[in-house]
């Protein structure tokens, strides 16, 4: 199983950025996935989880409104497009994957929001 992050970077504060988490070796319309964020001097915490079939999502307050997750089941791929960033968000964003009982985790990437 592999999951491969894409689409970090630097923005400023209320710019937007979309995050895509591309997954290969795994039957990947049937698991549930998510975002989690683990930010300097911070544990990792979700951001956000979606189910095999997409239909339902789940986010931490602090993005509520901000960001959405999605799914393109066809493509493989889950999609974090995050708005109205803030300083807060700051934090480096890994994606992650049930595949039976054992949980999978792409490798991190760096969102850096500026004031």
């Known amino acids: 199983v592999q999951l491969v992050v894409s689409g970090g970077g630097l923005v400023q504060a209320g710019g937007s950025l979309r995050l895509s988490c591309a997954a290969s070796?795994?039957?990947?319309?049937?698991?549930?996935m998510g975002w989690y964020r683990q930010a300097p001097g911070k544990q990792r915490e979700l951001v956000a989880d979606?189910?095999?079939?997409?239909?339902?999502?789940n986010y931490a307050g602090s993005v509520k409104g901000r960001f959405t997750i999605s799914r393109d089941n066809a493509k493989n791929t889950m999609y974090l497009q995050m708005n109205s960033l803030k300083p807060e968000d700051t934090a480096v964003y890994y994606c992650?994957?049930?595949?039976?009982?054992?949980?999978?985790w792409g490798q991190g990437t760096q969102i850096t929001v500026s004031s």
């Open positions: 979606i189910t095999g079939g997409g239909g339902s999502t």
């Open positions: 992650n994957a049930w595949q039976d009982t054992v949980l999978y």
């Open positions: 070796g795994i039957t990947f319309s049937i698991n549930s």
